[in-house]
């Protein structure tokens, strides 16, 4: 039967296949896009250190749990949880973890697909020539009139949901294999070459200060939960995309060093994406936290002022494109997977988990225009500088309005401003998934597998070969990875 199921969803010819995919899972829209604008957003330096912590210490050992799920079973995530929480005689909550990554894959590929929409329609700006000598100013527009055009998003989000469907519909098999083992070497030449850019650019070390320089005074509990969260997005952590992957992963192949190359691939990704788009931020006098449109403001900016910029920005947008394509169909792969295994076919399975996603993107559309001031979890504050010193109180919180409305209600005068801080439809699902969803599924992970599994089969499993290296990983999944989650819940719900 298992024979049968690695025919079904297909399995990695080795090693490095499934370092490529995982990777190409991992790398995506998380690295390019979200982590330079929420490092933006949150001040920078001691965020990146946060994260850096997250990611090593959190994230990395409970990626080497969910993959070991995964392999042991060789099953879609919702029935490994249940195979594995019986055997074990655990708690049946913890099939739940099976459950709720299905619908966070459904929110997350939901807006997923909307953002890997704006990269699709960057890659015809860009290769007709738009950017040409452009500036900053040039560059805010163009991405303000495509993201209030809930036509257009609407189409290009209805063609990335068409690519990540027709892959996943045809098994993830050797034709994505064969096109990544092209495409991702290539999206990390390309990289480089912005990164050469970059360094002749005269803000490339004011942006490394912003990045790497700590100020602790500029995180707030948000911050950490904001780091946590992306460290589980960026490496496609507690949905079971990566335990769907591990279950394609060949008996006989080391765990640790395989997961700790994926690790550290999506980290240099990220670093060197932020070095490159902070460079230009600075040396172009952008706003670092302009938020979702940050890389679409800031790299056309780049290819519009360099040699050949046309041609190496139309490549990098269809790299971007592809890197998203490559999380995308990873996303969807554990509930279709289930599907099929529940004896739908393939191609049904994926046309009602991608067609339901679509769907739900819409909502994703609408945030940028015609939605954009209905908002949940509103917190006004009331901005008053005495003495040069501002001081912020808070005013009031709305569970769920219309800010403009409020913004008749609270009118800014030369002695008081309001600040109005509330998520659009788009914010409350990245926020609802990264931030709450994927941490809890990987707390839940880390508990299993530290607790609740036998420690013989974990042992056997992870093939760790060096006895201090697996009782270190041990030791963090039973109790600093619980404890590090539960902490910055905990901070962050509460301040
Ligand atoms: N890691 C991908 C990125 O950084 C996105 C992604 C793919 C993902 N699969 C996932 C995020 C599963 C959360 C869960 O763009």
């Known amino acids: 039967m298992s024979d049968q199921k690695r025919g079904m969803h297909g399995i990695w010819s080795g090693r490095w296949t499934f370092i490529l995919a995982a990777t190409g899972s991992a790398v995506g829209l998380g690295n390019l896009w979200k982590f330079p604008y929420i490092t933006g957003e949150n001040g920078g330096g001691a965020f990146v250190l946060v994260y850096l912590a997250c990611i090593f210490a959190v994230g990395i050992p409970i990626m080497l749990a969910e993959v070991l799920l995964g392999r042991k079973t060789r099953m879609s995530p919702i029935n490994a949880m249940a195979k594995m929480t019986e055997d074990a005689g655990a708690p049946k909550f913890f099939q739940g973890i099976g459950w709720m990554g299905a619908v966070s894959g459904f929110f997350i590929l939901s807006f997923y697909s909307v953002i890997a929409g704006w990269s699709l329609a960057y890659i015809l700006k860009l290769a007709g020539g738009d950017f040409a000598g452009t500036d900053a100013a040039f560059a805010g527009e163009t991405f303000g009139n495509l993201v209030s055009d809930p036509v257009g998003l609407t189409i290009w989000h209805s063609v990335f949901m068409l690519l990540t469907g027709f892959v996943v519909a045809r098994g993830v098999n050797k034709g994505l294999e064969a096109a990544l083992k092209v495409l991702m070497p290539l999206l990390f030449v390309l990289l480089l070459i912005l990164f050469g850019y970059s360094l002749t650019t005269p803000g490339f070390s004011q942006g490394v200060h912003f990045l790497f320089d700590f100020d602790f005074s500029k995180l707030s509990g948000e911050s950490f939960v904001v780091a946590l969260g992306h460290a589980f997005f960026t490496l496609s952590l507690g949905m079971g995309a990566i335990m769907a992957y591990g279950a394609y992963m060949p008996q006989d192949q ?26 230009i931020v600075f040396s172009n006098g952008l706003e670092p936290s302009s938020g979702p449109g940050l890389m679409f403001q800031t790299l056309p900016l780049a290819f519009g002022n360099m040699v050949g910029g046309a041609f190496f920005g139309t490549v990098f947008f269809i790299l971007v494109a592809v890197a998203a394509w490559s999380s995308a169909i990873s996303i969807a792969e554990p509930a279709v997977a289930w599907a099929v295994e529940k004896g739908f076919g393939r191609i049904s399975a994926t046309a009602a988990v991608c067609g339901f996603a679509w769907f739900l993107g819409l909502g994703t559309v609408l945030s940028f225009n015609d939605w954009s001031t209905y908002q949940a979890f509103i917190f006004i504050s009331e901005i008053s500088v005495l003495e040069n010193l501002e001081e912020k109180t808070h005013a009031a919180f709305y569970l769920f309005a ?3 409305v409020l913004k008749a209600e609270y009118i800014n005068t030369a002695a008081v401003t309001y600040e109005i801080k509330g998520k659009t439809f788009f914010d409350t699902l990245d926020f609802l998934t990264a931030n709450i969803m994927l941490p809890l599924g990987g707390l839940l992970i880390a508990i299993f597998v530290g607790w609740f599994a036998s420690s013989d089969m974990v042992k056997k499993e992870a093939n760790i070969q060096n006895e201090t290296l697996f009782n270190v990983w041990r030791f963090v999944l039973r109790y600093m990875s619980p404890v590090a989650v539960s902490v910055i819940f905990l901070h962050g719900l509460l301040f």
Do not use: E, H, P, R
């Open 254 to 279: 080391s765990l640790g060093k395989t997961i700790l190359w994926v690790g550290v691939l999506d980290t240099m990704v990220a670093l060197v994406a932020g070095m490159v788009i902070f460079a």
């Open 402 to 404: 219309n800010t403009d």
